[in-house]
């Protein structure tokens, strides 16, 4: 395997320890996404440096001219405290001539803006819920195409960040609570749409041209009341103890026929294609009792810690975590601009 002067680009304040020694699960869950590749990457020999990045392009500038990578690793899902500004920062990259992992600038504004994205999708004729975009200070009402439950959320953040079992909403009035409660909270447009009852799939997408899909990851709710919504909230996605408590887990989903499991992956590497993306994916989907399969969301540069769908994924297919890594370097080596000019 050959080694690589790689250069590890992350938000300031997620720069990783040596070890996890010490640390509780609460603090290692803020950075274990950064920890798991820097350490997954030296370990395999490679000469890594990590860059805490927030507000100034100068210091990417800087540690490109002063270390010289062969390719930047790209772990930031912000800029400025904005989440929608992370393609400017790929788009640098880009005008640096510099190799990086991950999507392309175009394919990250496609996926992170998601009323944008659903309307791309719609117009291919793949099915996506319903949904109304509410701005920052605007009052709606909700049309008569739209239809009770809604699930309410952000625009532009991912990770499950904002969603909560009082996001799915059945009248007018918590409808406008919690629009106005993610105005204020998050300040970011909302979006609302239909909730769609049914199963919850992630499947991983990796490549630039040619593409794979590997095996269909399910969220399995366990030890959950009949009368908890099974999405995907923040506890759900990030709070570890929450987790182990209700018996809250990803796996590779069973009791699918094999028709469905090729329809799937089909349908996610089309979603990749028309979206522009490059590098890894991660599309998100309902499968309702009647077979329908609705798009969620696509997230371009998912989470890609160990023990997260993608690598799960990848290791249900008998690829390591260390093997994972170096699939995202070598696209990201072979991926040239000009080629998605399409």
């Not at 719609?122 to 109304?132: E, G, K, Q, S, T």
């Not at 195409?145 to 990770?159: Q, Y």
């Not at 023990?307 to 994972?324: K, P, R, V």
């Amino acid at each position: 395997m050959k080694k690589y002067r790689i250069l590890v680009l992350m938000h300031e304040d997620l720069i990783p320890p040596d070890s996890l020694k010490g640390y509780s699960d609460k603090e290692i869950v803020e950075w274990k996404t950064e920890y798991d590749v820097v350490s997954e990457l030296r370990d395999m020999g490679h000469e890594v440096e990590t860059l805490g990045v927030s507000d100034d392009v100068g210091v990417i500038r800087d540690a490109i001219e002063n270390f010289k990578p062969q390719i930047a690793f790209n772990l930031l899902e912000e800029f400025h405290g904005n989440s929608l500004f992370d393609y400017h920062v790929v788009s640098y990259l880009e005008l640096r001539k510099q190799h990086y992992t991950g999507c392309n600038p175009r394919g990250l504004m496609l996926a992170h803006d998601k009323a944008l994205s659903k309307k791309l999708l719609y117009f291919h004729r793949i099915n996506v819920p319903r949904f109304l975009v509410i701005p920052i200070g605007k009052k709606t009402s909700i049309p008569k195409r739209l239809k009770f439950p809604l699930i309410v959320k952000s625009l532009v953040e991912e990770g499950s960040y904002g969603i909560a079992q009082a996001s799915v909403v059945y009248t007018d009035d918590k409808f406008r609570e919690r629009v106005n409660y993610l105005h204020e909270q998050l300040g970011t447009p909302v979006i609302a749409e239909e909730y769609i009852e049914g199963r919850e799939f992630y499947v991983s997408v990796i490549g630039n041209t040619r593409l794979e899909t590997f095996p269909i990851i399910e969220l399995k709710f366990g030890d959950v009341s009949d009368d908890v919504l099974k999405i995907a909230t923040s506890r759900v996605k990030w709070d570890w103890a929450y987790q182990k408590k209700h018996d809250i887990d990803t796996v590779v989903a069973k009791n699918l026929k094999p028709e469905t499991r090729k329809k799937i992956s089909t349908l996610s590497k089309r979603i990749y294609r028309i979206l522009g993306m490059t590098g890894y994916a991660r599309i998100d989907l309902r499968l309702t009792k009647e077979g329908g399969i609705y798009v969620l969301e696509a997230n371009a540069n998912p989470d890609i810690a160990y023990g997260e769908e993608l690598s799960c994924a990848t290791e249900a297919a008998g690829i390591s975590y260390e093997a994972l890594l170096m699939k995202i370097i070598n696209h990201g080596l072979r991926y040239d601009p000009l080629t998605r000019l399409s």
